[in-house]
């Protein structure tokens, strides 16, 4: 069993959500319905640990690699490895998933079985995204994270989640419609292989690879998503259950930057340079406008949603700075956000949970009836504007230092859009938490619970511990990044002038 | 480990103990927040003695951030700068910290109170030793929060939450100046550590940068990056309109941070970089008028404030306005001097002041109530050092560092601005004192001395030695010891001792007070009633000059308003109906499909082909599918049946069933291709 492990630790690590759904299925009551999903996604924690733990950052190029043939007509393989920036995203999408089981513990009363199958099946299958070496199980599983999302959202959503859904689904097929399209451009330059390794050795001629960094951005930045791509975002977050806005803004979003990251700039590095100049200036436009959209929000989710799109920006402008600060400074922000977004979606839900109103007008002067919960908000809503000491802060810094080799106008207008996510955060914060009541039930609202402390505070713990100590993750982005960002400056140096 | 670190270390571990220690120690939190302060105080004394006797201690503590070229340590350097603002920030700070926890008793969030306060005093404390450009900056925004979380400590209160939410936003558009400057100290030198950059400074003068079409130079531009994130910090023109409001704050809060500290940081940082300020004329030309403007405004508006702690705010502003025109001009030792008076100062009167509110708690927030003999004694002689320190400027002839660069007049300037403020400040000190406790309100009121009152003997001690020294020449002692902490410094003919040059801005202020009293004792007629230019002017300055609204003309409604016009008709009228334009699109196009190009095309070929197909299948079916497959069929639907009676035992079919099935069946062909691996 241990040699079982050891040896297949990524496979394992991949497998418990799946084994995870079967238990849930062989199980009669919801309460263990519950215990099973929350077992799974701590093992699946677990593992990740472990398999940080097992990492070696002095090691360049994939590690834990496992091949397997899978779909030989075809040519494609079950391949699954990790390097640095696939080891923070499964951290992430570990760290994040028993959070989203503990908020559904109570808030979802119908069909919990159901429910608690999808969360293991989303997190099943990000994991393979963030793992898969091979394009063809990339885009499988890419797929099969919107389904369940879909469900999560219709079956148990808002007041207006049919529409938000439906939204969301199209949105999501046209991307990975294009995504395919773009893949299998991959295969046909690369001949007949959706080994990505493989796929960036052989070099895909300068001419094929614009056309294919067009399909592939457009999927990437539909997910991610960038303006003007949004607009299933607010909806799709706002309508979705806690864990399901959770998930969506904690990890779904950051498929996108990953994307950009595995595929794009190693294996289209000319395409990249490019598109380059345009995706940096509508990362900048998403920066501020996101900013200036969720300043304008009178209903929370929405703003955390809209603050989202403020946040993903400044991944983009950090990849699309091609050096190592910038890159760094994405995937960190990647993580910080799923961190602190994820808990703003959390706390939110609490709120919600309690009330059943996401409208800001509908608080006021939480801070004596709430004094816990205002702590806990207050703390990620500074995280989330970037305080130092914070995971975000670190994230943007890096990225506004990888900026600063490209443009220093650009720098400062990313800096504005942080002061408006200060801005929408204070003002936030100011209207739920400060003040009086403004409804008579307001000042009865129970303060938060042993189980609802359990769900935020490791959060905390994780926003201020990367915020501090960012070594802990920029260690093994190091090797990784420069690698990545050498194959991406060789590439484009390689390019014939035009 | 140096025993050093102890300084910033304590106070955050006393915050974290009371955040983290839970409701236990309640009434008693304060114990853990003095004990912790008082220590670091002690350590701040000793490391003055072992700088005064060894020179500069630097303590590396740990790497933060290593990516790239980019490295950050964070670590503690403690040089003369440092070494004396230490004292002040944990000396304040403990006195405030006693005084503290009498005033606040019985708040209910007093625990909460002496946590965000031990945290402040390890960020300002941090911040005046940090040794990194961007662990300064951490700090800076840190000392932002606790300010915030202080300002809103009576959350209850709807204007301490807008004052909170205002301070934290005013300081974050200027904190964008800082930290864009720090990335481009970065940009240019290549690393953040300070004594590295000043050291590189003099290799980089010269060097210009494109930004916007301007070349302007890179260390002109990083000063004035670091003097946007001083005119927050330290309220300066025009930046200052938080700081009145952030009198929401208890008045403990507002003595230690809104006086004495934090407001201090902007001075603090441009004496730190001091070398970088000598090598960009054109910034230093900037940090002086806007010094300059902000120290005769804060004076001004004090003159017409009846509130008192509205009072001392904009007479913190005019005084840091003087520290900034005082580093403007070259005058650094002078600057930081000036920054320790008024520290103590400052910090002490707003404990005074928080005495006589309470005592008169009845009477409102008004200050023209308050009686008190052994206050105005105290008050009187701190009011009258209000204006003390601002001479030391006039020892040195600082005006020539203006006249250096060629501008006509820019002696007559320094000498006009720096007279008219000792002035100003003379006239408001005494009226306001005047005011305060020589009213004519009856003997009630008199506000007699409280326990509390022995967190006074610090404060007094402190001015008395202030006083002692001062005339004992402690100025040349001073700038002596800080000296070599200051490399550039004033030009060398500078005779450091006391000059007959005092003798004018002496008489400016012996005149404003000459000229306070005989208003004092002929009252003219209320400013109001008066014609002409004497009431716009007052009704100018009673507004303050109308800053709260232009800001809010200017800045917030139009973000606010583009905000929700962004969304509205942007975001919801155009992308999200363009996207539901596109659908419709393709709805109605697959509907003109289906009209058209079926009917037309599509259908009647399958009515050529159905003939063909239904014959051939007749024979398909005749001879392969009755006799061959049909037997397999039957097995396999009876197979299906079992199943869906085994699914059935599960539960009942619903749409959850269905999705399980469907999730069942993914599982099982992953789970076996991860079997088939193995």
Same mark, same amino acid.
């Given at each position: 069993m241990t040699s079982l492990l050891t040896d297949h630790l990524l496979s394992s690590l991949i497998a418990v959500p799946f084994l995870g759904i079967v238990a849930i299925l062989l199980v009669r009551r919801q309460a263990w319905a519950r215990w099973c999903a929350l077992a799974s996604t701590l093992v699946t924690f677990g593992l990740a640990l472990w398999l940080w733990a097992g990492f070696d950052p002095a090691t360049p190029g994939m590690q834990f690699v496992e091949r397997a043939e899978w779909t030989p007509t075809i040519n494609s393989q079950y391949a699954v490895g990790v390097d640095g920036i696939s080891l923070v995203m499964v951290l992430l999408t570990a760290l994040l998933a028993p959070l989203c089981v503990l908020a559904s513990w109570s808030s979802i009363e119908r069909r919990v079985k159901a429910f608690m199958s999808l969360v293991l099946l989303v997190e099943g299958s990000m994991m393979v995204v963030f793992t898969a070496m091979d394009l063809f199980l990339f885009f499988m599983l890419w797929e099969v994270t919107m389904i369940p999302m879909y469900f999560m959202i219709i079956l148990w959503g808002g007041p207006d989640r049919i529409r938000a859904g439906i939204k969301f689904v199209i949105y999501s097929l046209t991307g990975s419609l294009l995504l395919l399209v773009g893949i299998i451009g991959l295969y046909l330059e690369a001949n007949r292989s959706f080994d990505l390794q493989a796929i960036i050795a052989t070099g895909i001629p300068s001419d094929a690879q614009n056309w294919i960094f067009a399909a592939l951005f457009l999927g990437f930045a539909i997910k991610l998503p960038m303006i003007p791509f949004h607009s299933w975002l607010p909806d799709a977050h706002s309508e979705a259950p806690t864990a399901g806005s959770v998930i969506l803004a904690g990890v779904l979003l950051k498929m996108g930057g990953y994307g950009f990251l595995r595929i794009c700039l190693p294996a289209l590095p000319e395409g990249s340079a490019t598109f380059a100049p345009v995706i940096l200036w509508l990362s900048i436009a998403g920066i501020v406008y996101g900013g200036c959209l969720a300043l304008a929000q009178s209903d929370l989710k929405k703003l955390v949603a809209y603050s989202s799109i403020s946040h993903m920006g400044f991944v983009t402008l950090g990849i699309f700075v091609f050096n190592g600060q910038g890159i760094q400074g994405a995937v960190m922000q990647m993580f910080a956000h799923g961190a602190s977004t994820g808990a703003m979606f959390l706390a939110v839900g609490l709120l919600y949970d309690r009330t059943h109103s996401r409208m800001i007008s509908d608080y006021g002067g939480l801070h004596s009836s709430m004094p816990r919960f205002v702590v806990l908000l207050s703390v990620f809503a500074i995280a989330s504007f970037g305080l130092p000491g914070t995971g975000?802060?670190?994230?943007?810094?890096? $990225? &506004?230092?990888? #900026?600063?080799?490209?443009?220093?106008?650009?720098? %400062?207008?990313? =800096?504005? !859009?942080?002061?408006?996510?200060?801005?929408?955060?204070?003002?936030?914060?100011?209207?739920?938490?400060?003040?009086?009541?403004?409804?008579?039930?307001?000042?009865?609202?129970?303060?938060?619970?042993?189980?609802?402390?359990?769900?935020?505070?490791?959060?905390?713990?994780?926003?201020?511990?990367?915020?501090?100590?960012?070594?802990?993750?920029?260690? $093994? &982005?190091?090797? #990784?990044?420069?690698?990545?960002?050498?194959?991406? %400056?060789?590439? =484009?140096? !390689?390019?014939?002038?035009? | 480990?140096?025993?050093?670190?102890?300084?910033?270390?304590?106070?955050?571990?006393?915050?974290?103990?009371?955040?983290?220690?839970?409701?236990?120690?309640?009434?008693?939190?304060?114990?853990?927040?003095?004990?912790?302060?008082?220590?670091?105080?002690?350590?701040?004394?000793?490391?003055?003695?072992?700088?005064?006797?060894?020179?500069?201690?630097?303590?590396?503590?740990?790497?933060?951030?290593?990516?790239?070229?980019?490295?950050?340590?964070?670590?503690?350097?403690?040089?003369?700068?440092?070494?004396?603002?230490?004292?002040?920030?944990?000396?304040?700070?403990?006195?405030?910290?006693?005084?503290?926890?009498?005033?606040?008793?019985?708040?209910?969030?007093?625990?909460?109170?002496?946590?965000?306060?031990?945290?402040?005093?390890?960020?300002?404390?941090?911040?005046?030793?940090?040794?990194?450009?961007?662990?300064?900056?951490?700090?800076?925004?840190?000392?932002?929060?606790?300010?915030?979380?202080?300002?809103?400590?009576?959350?209850?209160?709807?204007?301490?939450?807008?004052?909170?939410?205002?301070?934290?936003?005013?300081?974050?558009?200027?904190?964008?100046?800082?930290?864009?400057?720090?990335?481009?100290?970065?940009?240019?030198?290549?690393?953040?550590?300070?004594?590295?950059?000043?050291?590189?400074?003099?290799?980089?003068?010269?060097?210009?940068?494109?930004?916007?079409?301007?070349?302007?130079?890179?260390?002109?531009?990083?000063?004035?990056?670091?003097?946007?994130?001083?005119?927050?910090?330290?309220?300066?023109?025009?930046?200052?309109?938080?700081?009145?409001?952030?009198?929401?704050?208890?008045?403990?809060?507002?003595?230690?941070?809104?006086?004495?500290?934090?407001v201090n940081a902007g001075p603090f940082l441009l004496v730190r970089m001091a070398p970088l300020l000598l090598l960009a004329p054109a910034a230093m030309i900037v940090i002086a008028v806007i010094g300059a403007i902000t120290a005769l405004y804060g004076a001004l508006v004090s003159l017409t404030q009846s509130d008192i702690k509205k009072l001392l705010a904009y007479s913190t502003i005019s005084q840091i306005g003087f520290m900034v025109f005082a580093c403007g001009v070259g005058a650094f030792g002078a600057a930081v001097f000036h920054l320790l008076a008024h520290g103590f100062l400052k910090g002490f009167l707003f404990l005074s002041t928080g005495d006589a509110l309470a005592a008169t708690a009845a009477h409102g927030h008004g200050g023209r109530s308050v009686r008190g003999a052994r206050l105005r004694s105290l008050a009187l002689g701190a009011l009258a050092l209000a204006c003390v320190p601002p001479l030391v400027l006039f020892t040195g002839p600082y005006e020539r560092v203006w006249s250096a660069q060629q501008i006509p007049s820019a002696g007559v300037a320094f000498w006009a601005v720096g007279l008219a403020t000792v002035f100003l400040t003379a006239l408001y000190a005494f009226r306001g004192v005047v005011t305060l406790f020589g009213g004519s309100v009856g003997r009630s009121l008199r506000v007699r001395p409280r326990l509390s009152s022995i967190a006074h003997v610090p404060g007094l001690a402190v001015v008395a030695i202030l006083v002692a020294a001062f005339l004992g020449g402690l100025w040349s002692l001073f700038s002596d010891f800080l000296g070599p902490g200051l490399p550039g410094g004033p030009p060398?003919?500078?005779?450091?001792?006391?000059?007959?040059?005092?003798?004018?801005?002496?008489?400016?202020?012996?005149?404003?007070?000459?000229?306070?009293?005989?208003?004092?004792?002929?009252?003219?007629?209320?400013?109001?009633?008066?014609?002409?230019?004497?009431?716009?002017?007052?009704?100018?300055?009673?507004?303050?000059?109308?800053?709260?609204?232009?800001?809010?003309?200017?800045?917030?409604?139009?973000?606010?308003?583009?905000?929700?016009?962004?969304?509205?008709?942007?975001?919801?009228?155009?992308?999200?109906?363009?996207?539901?334009?596109?659908?419709?699109?393709?709805?109605?196009?697959?509907?003109?499909?289906?009209?058209?190009?079926?009917?037309?095309?599509?259908?009647?070929?399958?009515?050529?082909?159905?003939?063909?197909?239904?014959?051939?299948?007749?024979?398909l079916w005749r001879t392969i599918d009755q006799r061959g497959t049909d037997e397999a069929l039957e097995r396999v639907g009876r197979l299906a049946d079992e199943t869906g009676e085994m699914l059935q035992v599960i539960g009942p079919r619903t749409l959850r069933d269905h999705l399980v099935i469907v999730v069942c069946w993914l599982a099982l062909g992953i789970g076996l291709t991860y079997w088939l691996i193995i």
């Open positions: 975000n802060f670190v994230g943007e810094f890096l $990225v &506004l230092v990888g #900026t600063s080799y490209v443009s220093m106008l650009k720098v %400062l207008l990313a =800096m504005g !859009g942080i002061v408006l996510a200060a801005a929408y955060m204070l003002w936030m914060l100011q209207r739920v938490a400060l003040g009086q009541p403004r409804t008579p039930g307001g000042a009865l609202l129970p303060d938060l619970g042993a189980r609802e402390m359990l769900t935020l505070a490791p959060l905390v713990i994780v926003v201020f511990g990367v915020g501090l100590f960012p070594g802990v993750l920029t260690e $093994v &982005l190091e090797l #990784t990044v420069n690698g990545l960002v050498e194959q991406a %400056l060789a590439g =484009m140096a !390689g390019s014939p002038p035009s | 480990m140096s025993p050093y670190l102890l300084i910033p270390a304590l106070p955050l571990l006393g915050a974290l103990a009371l955040a983290l220690g839970g409701r236990r120690l309640g009434e008693r939190s304060h114990r853990v927040g003095i004990l912790a302060v008082a220590g670091s105080f002690g350590l701040s004394v000793a490391a003055l003695v072992e700088v005064a006797r060894h020179g500069p201690i630097s303590i590396p503590v740990y790497r933060l951030l290593d990516v790239g070229s980019l490295t950050v340590d964070v670590g503690l350097y403690v040089d003369q700068l440092a070494v004396l603002l230490l004292p002040l920030v944990t000396g304040v700070s403990f006195v405030v910290h006693v005084y503290s926890s009498r005033y606040m008793i019985g708040d209910p969030r007093y625990r909460r109170f002496f946590a965000v306060m031990g945290l402040f005093t390890f960020a300002m404390a941090m911040l005046v030793m940090s040794s990194n450009l961007l662990v300064t900056y951490m700090c800076w925004e840190v000392m932002g929060i606790c300010s915030y979380l202080l300002i809103s400590h009576w959350a209850g209160r709807l204007a301490a939450g807008r004052a909170a939410t205002k301070a934290f936003l005013v300081n974050a558009v200027a904190d964008v100046g800082l930290g864009f400057g720090v990335v481009l100290t970065f940009a240019t030198y290549g690393t953040l550590d300070i004594q590295e950059i000043l050291s590189k400074a003099s290799s980089m003068d010269g060097q210009t940068l494109g930004f916007l079409g301007l070349e302007i130079q890179r260390n002109t531009l990083i000063v004035l990056c670091l003097l946007s994130g001083a005119i927050g910090k330290s309220a300066q023109v025009p930046m200052h309109v938080w700081l009145p409001f952030a009198m929401e704050a208890p008045t403990p809060v507002s003595a230690l941070i809104h006086a004495a500290t934090m060398a003919d500078v005779p450091s001792g006391l000059t007959p040059r005092l003798a004018w801005p002496l008489a400016a202020a012996v005149a404003g007070w000459g000229f306070a009293y005989y208003r004092h004792v002929r009252p003219a007629s209320v400013p109001l009633t008066q014609r002409g230019w004497a009431k716009t002017a007052y009704v100018l300055l009673l507004n303050k000059l109308y800053f709260d609204e232009i800001h809010s003309a200017l800045a917030v409604r139009p973000i606010l308003r583009l905000s929700r016009w962004l969304w509205r008709d942007l975001d919801l009228r155009l992308i999200d109906r363009a996207v539901h334009g596109l659908a419709t699109f393709v709805t109605s196009g697959a509907q003109w499909l289906a009209r058209t190009a079926e009917t037309a095309l599509i259908e009647r070929a399958p009515h050529v082909l159905a003939s063909g197909l239904v014959s051939s299948s007749g024979w």
